[in-house]
């Protein structure tokens, strides 16, 4: 183009006005593969009827999966109780295209409609690329709707195919989800074929086939596939938005608008650059699902996480044990972390995190404050937009400063502007001009009607989006609300026309509104109010409030459940006969109603105003003396009394000793916050799954008295956890040889581990756990002494960690007990799949292990020059510093390999170990794994050289080293990640976790 711009406001200007030449430039710098004419940019010119691109033709699953490092990775699905799951970019592709075939046997045809209940994992994701490879339209749900919100969403949407997770999780509420599933099967008439995305099994009557995701991504087809490219306007995704009034609205997205636009979002403002992770707390229900996935087009690693937020720390700890750069989460969450007194800058490194992303309800200016203090000065992005879009109005910049309580500018290429501001400058958002990710409209809307009434009637011919605003002289915009009557509770977007559906059919309510109220204390700094009018005769007594609580949870979701029900008499209607949300909200906010004038019934504003006074305090302010102190749990019956008090309080209604707080609506943050209540009060710790296993006072209680959570089999035995004595070694061994089998080790290499000639003094040699006298569990403890930074540093490698089955529930006590001393550096190298979800609780960082088979692809690194290698033990002793040289003398009696590299007056010293690794499916080859590496620079200036020395002396065929070692910089022919963990301590290098372990003393 040629053109300079000597500030950012004159590009975003520029952008504006010439937004066709702006859009043109931008998609060619995309690199987005396409067919067809980029002319014209944009045909028509105003933002209602324009569309962009009409002779452009492209795929948007090709667009995210193809032309970048197919061994680089794609995302990686993270769940609270198993491994994570990591898929490459070629293994995400290969998923993709075998499920994309096998739905197109299924008679799945472009422009046909499927739809996902989904959880937020891998399947999830492959699934909605899978329909888009095909041209297919894909819209999702998040399973803990009720089946009356799920078919309200997809029985307009009348899906061919429905993809479901089936499979029960602890946190679940309501009917199982395999039951909700069913329901809405039998309520969808479009249906053919439903897929189980998980190995659930499916209630009856469901009436259509039942198929299993494993069995048809694992079909082979000999075809190539073949990207089909579809018009840039070609449906893509399917949103729902709730309104004021009626079902929500079936929004369709484009798949090229949606794609260009959230590329620019990504690259420009949010600077997301290829090999980054990025992780959004989202659900399959929310937008930022969908605009999390599109960053994999801008060569991002997605971060996915499908369970509760259990603590203050959750996310905090998945950013730091996935070293995300790029974190999304939400006012609420960030609330929730500064209530709890959690500094997550103490708790994590968080080295690797350089932005973070708000968004779902204000980010208000101290919280801006608490996060530059208690979490990182890095950028905090405030972003704003929503489902209509799939995109931006308002987000970050990484060419502005960030102003607290902000977001720094308008989305480029958007001309978004305020309408009837008032003296604080506060007014409608509005776009003015034509933007790509507009959506192409509402289904089954065949004249517009609907979508012009939705965005264009009030303001015509301007997008009116239904927030407020008031845009700043920095250029940043400040977020003050919705115009419309759609609630924004904890982030999460509601439609009163949802609540009023279902509680139409409570004989007992004549008239409902939601309304949103303003709570400081609140988590989001909102909570949802209902204001009822009863049949004559009915009172709001707590059992009629628990049950209004409890059929919108079921039939709803936990965001539709209100923190308050309110009973009135009259509600607030203007002369035409309108109900009037705005004045409502006004009363229970407290202010001047500004409408009044036009209301049929302005004394219903003081009513409403005067029944939320008589109502109390907001149930999350905390009255004094309601807590007791820690002696009062002793004394009988006292602590269910608190407990219900307690509880009572946070849920907003009475609850009895036995009733499950999740069946009458109470949401994760408040579960949340009332444990963090009751763990002051009690001082002590519950774990939050133990509670799922049974949310109540009573379980509350015995979970407080020690007599819930994981109980052993054997109620009767004792178990004890203590450390390992000498006499225990002989049926340790037994124990573990019974545990892992012989393979490789026999019952005699067990006590190696018990045989150390550097251990020195040590704290023990491992736990074990006893019921009564029989030893049924033990984690071993490999203590070593290592140099860092001129000081030294203890590692201690967790190994042989076994539990019987009966015992397994067990096995965290003997993890607690070995891990109590933060001083050291924890590894374990060789943790089975029972385990690895124990070892990640703990924030454990997982080790990379990088594999590199012959021929080599590093050329550049078989430099000329003079490299001499000394295998011969006495000649490398004799060669090594101190430090080295207690290292060879601590491992000299082990099958190993040591080899000095010397090049001039440099030399690195390696020892490795000869195993056989596992090279494709189940094939065996041998490998050699490197275990120390005193200087990685020389290591990486003559890698091929040196490794072809090392698989020479091995006869070995694969030479594996820690990313520690080998940094991404060198190819791998095939990378692989091991589960192998350290503990996150500051200064520890990766490559002090290898020695002085398991690997060594064992011939595995």
Known sequence: MGRRFPEYRDFEAYAVEEFREFWSLFLGWSRVPVSGSTSPVCDGALCERARFFPNLRLNYAEALLTGRDGDGPALTACHPHRPDEELTRSELCRRVIALANAIRRLGIRPGDRVAAVARNNAEAVVAALAAAAIGAVFTSCAPDMGAHALLSRLGPVAPRLLFAHLQPEPWDTGVPVAGRIAEVARG????????????????????????????????????????????????????????????????????????????????????????????????????????????????????????????????????????????????????????????????????????????????????????????????????????????????????????????????????????????????????????????????????GSRFHASYFSQNPPLWTHGDLVAFTPFGGARLHGRSDGVLNIRGVRVGPAEIYEILRAMDEIVEAMAVEQRVEAAPGGTQLVLLVVLREGATLDPELTKRIRSRLAADGSAAMVPARCIQVSDLPTTFNGKRSEAAARDAVNGHAVRNLDALANPASTDAIRDAIGRNGAAEHERPTGAVGSRADIQVEGELERLLEDITSRRVGVPVSPDESLLEIGADSLTLLTLLMEIEEMAGCEIAFDAFLSDPSVRGLGRLIRGEGGHSSTHPKERLEVRPLQNEDVEAICCLLQEGFGSGNVGPGDWRRLFERPWAGPVPTTGFVLAAGSEIVGFLGTLYSRRPLDDEGARVCNLTSWYVRPDYRGQGSLLLKAATRDKSVTYTTLTPGPETTAMVEALNFLPLKMRRFFLPGLNVGTLRVGPLRFDDDPRTIRSLLSEVDRRIFDDHAAYDLLHLVVRENGDQTYLILKRRRVRAVGSVLVPGSELLYCSNPDLLVRHFERIKLAILRRHRAVVFAADEGFVPATIRAARKARGNRYRSSLAGTAPELDLLYSELVLLPI
Not at 300 to 318: C, I, N, S, Y
Not at 432 to 443: T, V, Y
Request: hydrophobic share 45%; charged share 15%; aromatic share 10%.
């Open 188 to 447: 969808l008439n479009s249906l053919t074929y439903l897929i189980a995305l998980d190995a659930g099994e499916p209630a009856s009557g469901i009436g259509v086939p039942v198929l299993r995701y494993t069995d048809l991504i694992s079909q082979e087809d000999e075809a190539e596939f073949t990207w089909e490219r579809f018009p840039f306007n070609h449906p893509l995704f399917i949103m729902f938005s709730s309104g004021t009034a009626g079902a929500p609205k079936c929004i369709v997205h484009g798949a090229g608008g949606t794609l260009i636009e959230h590329i620019k979002e990504h690259r420009l403002h949010c600077d997301i650059r290829p090999a980054e992770t990025i992780y959004f707390h989202t659900s399959c229900a929310w937008m930022m699902w969908n605009w999390q996935l599109s960053a994999l087009a801008s060569g991002a690693e997605l971060v996915l996480f499908d369970g509760p937020v259990q603590g203050p720390d959750t996310l905090w700890a998945l950013v730091e044990r996935r070293a995300i750069n790029v974190f999304g989460t939400s006012p609420a969450y960030l609330e929730l972390c500064e209530g709890a007194s959690f500094s997550p800058r103490a708790a994590f490194g968080l080295t690797a995190l350089r932005a973070i992303l708000s968004t779902g309800s204000i980010l208000h200016d101290r919280r801006f404050d608490w996060v530059w203090e208690h979490v990182k000065a890095v950028p905090l992005q405030s972003i704003s937009g929503g489902t209509d879009i799939i995109g931006c109005f308002v987000l970050g910049n990484p060419l502005l400063p960030v102003q607290r309580g902000e977001a720094q500018c308008r989305s480029l290429g958007l001309d978004v502007q305020v309408l009837a501001e008032d003296s604080a400058g506060i007014g409608e958002l509005v776009c003015a001009n034509p933007f790509p990710s507009r959506p192409l409209g509402f289904l089954g809307d065949a004249d």
